[in-house]
């Protein structure tokens, strides 16, 4: 049976009490206590301009499932970010369903039921490489 965990450590001084957070998950199925057993694989995707474009396709995953998906901006340029969105158009900041922006060096690792386009744009034309993957709990087998 496959076994994903995940764990973050974070420290921080910038308040009078200091913070330490450890935190560490197993990526399981929908209401089980079974592990997550499916990937999209690790894919990497080098951006040249403003455009968005989608890097997970609802389409492609079970819906209402207990899918985890990772993105990471692969950047050491603080400058530029890749707007991270829940919709068919990441390409502003104004967007309703845009989730945030990831600079060079963030990632994120969030919950996702599989319902809706994950997408991305670059805040640049400079090259910048996006890194994502998701942890599937259900991929739809592709139709002949």
Partial sequence: ?????????????ISSYPVNINS???MLKAGTCHGLEETTGLRHKKFTATTA??????????????????IRNT???KEYFFYVAYNASAAGA???ETIGKLYGGDWMLMPYNGNVNITVASSTTETQTLEYMVFADGIVAAAG
């Fill in 1 to 13: 049976m496959a076994t994903t965990n995940a764990s973050i450590s974070i420290s921080s001084n």
């Fill in 24 to 26: 560490s998950m197993t």
């Fill in 53 to 70: 474009a989608v890097i997970v396709e609802h389409d492609e995953l079970t819906d209402d499932k207990a899918h985890k998906v990772y």
């Fill in 75 to 77: 950047s050491t340029n």
């Fill in 94 to 96: 104004t967007t309703a």
